[in-house]
């Protein structure tokens, strides 16, 4: 049997999409001011506590890669991209002398079609000298490379019209979007169950919504419930941290601006109950978000800063 290197570059948003690990007991309860709490223990002063057992769900796609023999002989390499977006893939045959290639012509870099199957590599592996168990790695990342985004767009505030939130962290502030991927992301502070609605129309590609939990060490922050749609300019929208069990779309599911995703929460790398809301693209292999103009008062754009309250249109 042949050994396969695979090297996976996925999404490299601090909100991962692990989730929960196999089952656990939820506690879920209300305390004396009302507000219902989520957690994995007894309530200390021995309230009563309805009891459920959860396991993870998270339906983030993936690009699944097989080598396949062909009636003529020879051997093909197939990438599945599961996800409802075009994915950038590059596979390199490690040992590209045993299928008489230079290492130049070892490296194929393609853009997969969403939610198709694709042939990727084929080997003649019938010619003298030509190996059909060569060794391959590969890489991908969700979106087209190096898209433009369409800067002029005013992206809806992403909550109900009329709603007011204050914005806790943006551009240039950066308490913790001190990377790339999250430079340019917006956090919002608002209650746990407001109703998170898309900023802008496009196909959903991922999903988290089963974690109850959230806080400030490394393991919090595999927990976050997400929803990440494709936008038709190539974009990648996150909307990260909401309550557990209420995203209401699933991937593949058309969305339009404006319509209710699921409620804000505190799951995942959170010292509060807030939304974090992001716009990425990729850019070779990495993800770089992108600066935002939201729709303001009068059909103008409004920018989010650290300490500004935004108004839903």
């Given at each position: 049997m042949s050994m396969t290197t695979h090297r996976l570059i996925m999404l490299t948003l601090l909100l991962a999409l692990t989730g929960l690990a196999a089952a656990q007991s939820i506690y879920r309860y209300q305390d004396d001011d009302g507000r219902w709490h989520y957690t994995d223990r007894p309530p200390k002063d021995?309230?009563?506590?309805?009891?459920?057992?959860?396991?993870?769900?998270?339906?983030?796609?993936?690009?699944?890669?097989?080598?396949?023999?062909?009636?003529?002989?020879?051997?093909?390499?197939?990438?599945?991209?599961?996800?409802?977006?075009?994915?950038?893939?590059?596979?390199?045959?490690?040992?590209?002398?045993?299928?008489?290639?230079s290492p130049e012509e070892a490296v194929n870099h393609v853009v997969l079609p969403a939610a198709k199957k694709t042939q990727v590599l084929r080997v003649d592996s019938q010619q003298a000298g030509v190996s059909s168990n060569f060794r391959y790695k590969y890489k991908y990342m969700l979106?087209?490379?190096?898209?433009?985004?369409?800067?002029?767009?005013?992206?809806?505030?992403?909550?109900?019209?009329?709603?007011?939130?204050?914005?806790?962290?943006?551009?240039?502030?950066?308490?913790?979007?001190n990377s790339p991927d999250s430079r340019h992301a917006v956090d919002f502070e608002m209650p746990v169950g407001t109703a998170i609605h898309a900023a802008r129309e496009g196909t959903v590609v991922a999903i988290a919504f089963r974690s109850y939990s959230g806080g400030t060490t490394a393991e919090d922050a595999q927990k976050a419930n997400i929803v990440r749609v494709v936008h038709d300019d190539g974009t990648i929208a996150t909307y990260a941290h909401l309550r557990l069990d209420s995203v209401r779309v699933r991937p593949g599911d058309r969305v339009q601006r404006g319509e209710y995703l699921a409620d804000s929460g505190n799951t995942g790398f959170s010292t509060g109950p807030h939304l974090h809301f992001a716009v990425s693209r990729n850019r070779g292999f990495d993800l770089e978000s992108v600066p935002?103009?939201?729709?303001?008062?009068?059909?103008?754009?409004?920018q989010a800063r650290s300490g500004k309250i935004l108004q839903a249109y």
């Open positions: 021995g309230r009563k506590a309805a009891v459920n057992v959860v396991t993870s769900v998270n339906l983030d796609p993936k690009v699944i890669v097989t080598r396949e023999k062909a009636r003529d002989g020879s051997t093909a390499i197939f990438a599945d991209n599961q996800y409802h977006g075009p994915v950038e893939f590059e596979l390199e045959i490690v040992d590209a002398a045993s299928v008489g290639r979106g087209e490379p190096d898209i433009k985004h369409d800067s002029t767009y005013l992206y809806r505030v992403p909550y109900a019209v009329a709603q007011e939130f204050r914005v806790t962290q943006a551009y240039p502030t950066a308490i913790t979007h935002l103009h939201f729709l303001g008062a009068s059909n103008k754009a409004a």
